[in-house]
Nanobody, 125 residues
Framework: QVQLVESGGGLVQAGGSLRLSCTAS????????MGWFRQAPGKEREFVAA????????RYADSVKGRFTISRDNAKIMVYLQMNSLKPEDTAVYYC??????????????????WGQGTQVTVSS
């Protein structure tokens, strides 16, 4: 399995921005679709965003559409989640995930095979 490590979480006021980063081990990273999930206290983990192996296809949860942007840099083995106009309800632990079915061109579905350890995002009102 690919090893994933997130960074960039923190405390921010409502309306602010944060950028999460995820780095991966393994040369096969660039062939995987990647995604971000989040889990708030007392709630189930939920899908946030996904990106295809080329970066040409993305998908977002309705709750973050227009505010969050997922991107990747395969040369740097990095995936990012730019979060703007943050709301208190965005407070959660954010997890990076890899769907290890290789060379998926679209991410209408996403099945995570590997997870990072998570990074806390707290949005104060």
């Amino acid at each position: 399995q690919v090893q994933l490590v997130e960074s960039g979480g923190g405390l921010v006021q409502a309306g602010g921005s944060l950028r999460l980063s995820c780095t991966a081990s393994g040369r096969t990273f660039s062939s995987y679709a990647m995604g971000w999930f989040r889990q708030a206290p007392g709630k189930e983990r939920e899908f946030v965003a996904a990106i295809s192996w080329t970066g040409g296809s993305t998908r977002y949860a309705d709750s973050v559409k227009g505010r969050f942007t997922i991107s990747r840099d395969n040369a740097k083995i990095m995936v990012y989640l730019q979060m703007n106009s943050l709301k208190p309800e965005d407070t959660a632990v954010y997890y990076c995930a890899a769907d290890q079915a290789p060379f998926r061109r679209v991410v209408t579905t996403f099945h995570p095979d590997s997870w990072g350890q998570g990074t806390q995002v707290t949005v104060s009102s």
